[in-house]
């Protein structure tokens, strides 16, 4: 199974004057073009949220018009700059998300990697994470639906410390890391976690699992260090699953003109 990654594209609505905006749209637009010369075509596109600058309804259809571009299906969750009603607004038609739910949680079950959604957003709104008790207990209960069936996280804030970042540790409660930590080392047939929100690329071991973040699709927001050769151009990551041991996941700059494979 093949899985396309993109994350924090932090667009504005279609109409945006500001020329920021519409170089992120642009971002966008080639990590789609990217993502539909691939060979294969990947299995499912992921977005780990933050897909809007503040979260309007404009900004949600035009990320809407951009992303129907997107020749595999693609599987969202929010991130804080979207908030959970707008993108489940937006989204709930698509049917793999649960119109009126009080976290977006849910279980894609049509590949050969089950991927399971986890809803990071804190109760007030804030820029940081949490993941509450219900939250946790219905993860457990998803996960031990399928206990053989090989399974990727995907969420908005990673649960490990990104230590390049101005503030390292993106949930509110430290507890939150530990507590997701718990519940995945609990289930072994996770295999992954995927996560966006920092920006810049990290990877790390959550409850036995590898994890990671990667950078923005946005450029102008990428933090970390890269080279002269990809500035001004998206990058966004492509992992792969094999049975015999897992993922393996590769950072892909848009435009390269190269096929994966
Ligand atoms: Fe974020």
Same mark, same amino acid.
């Given at each position: 199974m093949i899985i396309a990654q993109i994350t924090d594209t932090h667009l504005a609505a279609a109409n945006a004057a500001d020329p920021v905006f519409?170089?992120?749209a642009e971002n966008l637009r080639e990590c789609i073009a990217d993502i539909n010369g691939l060979d294969p075509m990947p299995d499912a596109v992921i977005h780990t949220g933050d897909m809007t600058q503040?979260?309007?309804?404009?900004? +949600? &259809?035009?990320?809407?018009?951009?992303?129907?571009a997107l020749e595999a299906p693609l599987y969202v969750i929010p991130g804080n700059r979207d908030g959970r009603e707008g993108m489940v607004r937006a989204f709930a038609g698509d049917g793999y998300m649960m119109p009126d739910c009080a976290f977006v949680h849910y279980a894609v079950e049509e590949h050969p990697v089950r991927l399971v959604a986890v809803d990071s957003l804190a109760a007030d709104g804030s820029a940081k994470g949490d993941l509450c008790h219900d939250r946790l207990a219905a993860l457990d209960a998803t996960l031990a639906e399928a206990p053989a069936q090989p399974t990727a996280l995907f969420m908005h804030h990673p649960?490990?410390?990104?230590?390049?970042?101005?503030?390292? +540790? &993106?949930?509110?409660r430290r507890r939150a890391g530990s507590d997701l930590a718990a519940v995945v080392s609990r289930h072994p047939q996770v295999v992954r976690i995927f996560t966006g929100h920092m920006h810049r690329p990290w990877t790390a071991t959550v409850g036995g699992v590898a994890a990671s973040t990667v950078p923005s699709v946005a450029v102008d927001l990428r933090k970390g260090h890269y080279a002269p050769t990809m500035a001004g151009r998206p990058v966004y990551q492509v992992h792969r699953f094999e049975g015999d041991w897992g993922f393996a996941s590769e950072t892909r700059l848009a435009g390269s003109g190269a096929i994966s494979r």
């Open positions: 519409r170089a992120r503040h979260g309007q309804a404009a900004e +949600f &259809a035009h990320a809407r018009s951009l992303l129907a649960p490990f410390d990104v230590p390049t970042a101005p503030d390292p +540790f &993106a949930y509110q």
